[in-house]
């Protein structure tokens, strides 16, 4: 049905950047999101955006974190800046109907990739 590559995880310093690219092929959803999930804990809902482009933010990254996406090259970006240790996790992309914080209501995922932020 519908494919989604992330990638540009990797290991950063605290206080450090990278961004994230989800990559979909085939029939895409009208609103997509990125959670994270870390050893031990449930996924966390991080940032969506819908078709007409509002976005939505976890209040622990609203202020450093920017969702985006290119509609032309069907992929959705996560500008992630002021890394903080805390963030490490795998980072999923994912998507569905409406924008939900309940990763049980979206309707297909990426494999992920991963976050390691260093104190």
């Known amino acids: 049905q519908v494919q989604l590559v992330e990638s540009g995880g990797g290991l950063v310093q605290a206080g450090g950047s990278l961004r994230l690219s989800c990559a979909a092929s085939?029939?895409?959803?009208?609103?997509m999101a990125w959670f994270r999930q870390a050893p031990g804990k449930e996924r966390e809902f991080v940032a969506a955006?819908?078709?007409?482009?509002?976005?939505t933010y976890s209040d622990f990254v609203k202020g450093r974190f920017t969702c985006s996406k290119d509609n032309a090259k069907n992929t959705v970006y996560l500008q992630m800046n002021s890394l903080k240790p805390e963030d490490t996790a795998v980072y999923y992309c994912?998507?569905?109907?409406?924008?939900?914080?309940?990763?049980?209501?979206?309707?297909?995922w990426g494999q992920g990739t991963q976050v390691t932020v260093s104190s």
């Open positions: 994912t998507g569905g109907s409406r924008v939900t914080v309940s990763p049980r209501c979206y309707d297909y």
């Open positions: 955006i819908n078709w007409y482009d509002a976005i």
């Open positions: 085939g029939r895409t959803s009208s609103t």
